[in-house]
């Protein structure tokens, strides 16, 4: 589900030196196959480390809203620039899920 959620994003934010965030169509990889097989080690679940999600609360966790668990994806998103070059940027995404694994965000 994470992969889903970020893979069918039509643009995506890129920061560029000169012209700051800059949006960009993606190029979606056809599933998650080939993501893995172009990005083996890409996905952790509870790496350990900070994270830049907000801690869960109570509620949420006894609803099932909140895991408490974050998923790290290193996610290489593929995109093409202003004159129609392919580029690449990894960006990671920090993921709570829910306990049905279902993305909060």
Known sequence: MVFNYQNNRERIPIETVDKGT??????????????????????????????????????????????????VLNFEVRYLDDKGNQKSKIIKFENAPQNCGAVRW
């Open 22 to 71: 800059q949006y960009y169509r993606q190029i979606r990889y056809d599933n998650f196959e080939e993501f893995i097989q172009k990005n083996p080690n890409c996905c952790q679940v509870n790496p350990g480390g900070g994270y830049d999600l907000p801690p869960a609360n109570f509620l949420d966790r006894i609803t099932g809203y909140n895991s408490g668990d974050a998923i």
